[in-house]
């Protein structure tokens, strides 16, 4: 039945709970995790735009950008200041992999302030600089950071949130993304004529990595996390907390208890036990969701929105300006899924985006082709460079409120407890993986591509369109341990689930 707009299965097996003060103060700390990702997505395209870090480490960048006779896509297609970018992905994907051990292991909340002490000492190393290694070195770190954060702050989110408002609980993770993009890119602005602005703006990823560990000291580990470590009291303690002093908690903490002990009598290697065919669909979305999310093309370019905004007609200041804006609608298409994911669904929003950011790549495309021709080396006008931009903001709107948010919440809601931390290692890895390649060869591909590159990303983006349409079941309202309903009911993935 729907109750307040939320779809409920009352069948599923729900337990009594409520939003409560305490559940709401603390998944919006544990959230905050996110702004240390987005930060560094944010910060990352706007200093590899400033020009004293350019010629104190990548000055070969500067003599293309001199260079009469180099199109606009080409300028910065330089390896070695992509590596710069994408050294924190090939990190973040080792740290992700060992990252499903430790998170069972110590826990959600440890492994969230593990995870902001390597990024701050990764922050300061970036700040400090002298040389390309020591950028690379603290890259690296940032990736360690990021990978740790990434993983368990999901998964806690998911766990700690009632049923009914899980999807608007998890969402708070890629709202803080967001928020950590806008910051980096009004900074960016603010940092640029500075000679030492690009220490200050690599420097301060300083201030979210204390925000978010500190916050982290604060809050108890999830019920689920803590029952799986035996710290029985604990986590009755946190389950009250969690749901409301007046509601009767023993039977959602009876069935957590029983669950784990169940996992524990098998005592199976959980990345052993994920290969099973009854979790197929399960490891299908752990790569998939990721892969395709980062194939949407977002991510790589939030990281280079004030290169790609230079090369399409904006002078530098008004090209972080661009930036700052399409951070804005980001943000502001994360706050309106909030309100629609738990009343509408995931499938929903995966249609409905999907579709809106293949119109915005395509219009993209035409208008850069029209106006700058096929090799792109005609000016194109400040009008056109506007409405480029409005075009990739229609884009960032529908990414905000589809493959944003649901990037994070689909795999941490999907997996059943004894391979949700390795299912959610997996996707992490896979995000990364992902990321890590096409940050790596992005600008290469725009320069070679040049237009067509955003027709390539719309491809992709009507492929995983009708992917989700085809293949990616509805789980609004289902509790996590009773997720294994919505397989068994999926016109495909029911031959390979079943019965728990």
């Known amino acids: 039945m729907a109750v307040g707009g939320f779809a409920v299965d009352n069948s599923s097996g729900a337990f009594s709970g409520r939003v409560t003060a305490s559940v709401v103060i603390t998944c919006i700390v544990a959230a905050s995790g996110g702004l240390i990702f987005g930060y560094d997505i944010g910060i990352s395209g706007g200093v590899t735009t400033m020009q004293p870090f350019l010629k104190k480490f990548f000055p070969e960048v500067m003599r293309k950008a001199a260079a009469a006779k180099t199109n606009m896509y080409c300028v910065y297609d330089s390896h070695v200041l992509t590596a710069f970018t994408s050294s924190l992905y090939i990190a973040g994907l080792a740290a992700s992999l060992v990252a499903g051990r430790l998170t069972r292991t110590v826990g959600r909340r ?15 190393l970036n700040g400090g600089a002298e040389n390309v290694a020591m950028l690379i070195l603290g890259r690296i770190l940032l990736g360690f950071g990021v990978g740790f954060t990434n993983q368990a702050t999901p998964i806690y989110l998911a766990e700690m949130a009632p049923p009914k408002w899980r999807g ?12 950590g993009v806008v910051v980096a890119n009004c900074l960016n602005y603010g940092t640029a004529k500075l000679s030492w602005g690009w220490r200050l703006s690599l420097g301060l990823a300083i201030v979210p990595s204390v925000v978010m560990t500190m916050g982290a000291f604060l809050i108890s580990d999830t019920p689920s996390s803590l029952v799986e470590r035996g710290k029985m009291t604990q986590a009755r303690d946190s ?10 908690i023993e039977p959602e903490l009876s069935e957590l208890i029983k669950i784990s002990e169940a996992v524990k009598a098998m005592n199976e290697e959980p990345f052993v036990t994920i290969l099973e065919r009854q979790y ?12 395709f999310q980062q194939l949407t093309g977002i991510n790589i370019i939030a990281f280079y929105a004030p290169i790609l905004f230079q090369a399409v007609g904006f002078g530098s200041d008004s090209a972080l300006i661009a930036s700052i804006i399409l951070g804005l609608v980001n943000l502001g298409s994360t706050l309106v899924s ?4 738990d009343r509408y669904g995931r499938r929903f929003l995966f249609i409905e985006g999907g579709t809106q950011m293949i119109i915005g790549q395509v ?7 029209a106006t700058t021709g096929v090799s792109g080396t005609k000016e194109i006008s400040k009008g056109y460079a506007v409405l480029v931009l409005v075009l990739m903001c ?5 990414f905000g409120w589809s493959w944003g948010i ?10 059943p407890m004894k391979i949700r931390t390795t299912g959610q290692s997996i996707s992490v890895a896979v995000n990364f993986a992902t990321t890590f390649v096409l940050a790596q060869t992005f600008l290469s591909i725009l320069c070679h591509f040049k237009f067509a590159t955003f027709l390539f990303y719309a491809g992709w983006l009507i492929t995983m369109t009708l992917f989700a349409i085809l293949f990616v079941p509805e789980t609004k309202g289902i509790p996590l341990e009773s997720m294994y309903q919505v397989w068994q009911k999926h016109w495909f993935w029911r031959r390979f689930v079943s019965l728990p």
């Open 239 to 248: 389950l009250q907390k969690a749901r409301g002093k007046d509601i009767d």
């Open 406 to 415: 649901l990037n994070w919440l689909i795999p941490s809601e999907i997996f």
């Open 394 to 398: 229609i884009y960032a709107a529908g």
């Open 280 to 291: 197929r669909p399960h490891l299908v979305m752990a790569f998939a969701i990721p892969f």
């Open 168 to 179: 608007a609980f998890n969402t708070s993770f890629q709202f803080f993304i967001a928020v």
């Open 363 to 369: 219009a993209v495309a035409c208008v850069l082709v």
């Open 110 to 124: 440890n492994t969230m302030i593990i995870g902001g002490l390597t990024f701050l000492v990764g922050a300061a």
């Open 338 to 341: 909030t309100y629609v994911v």
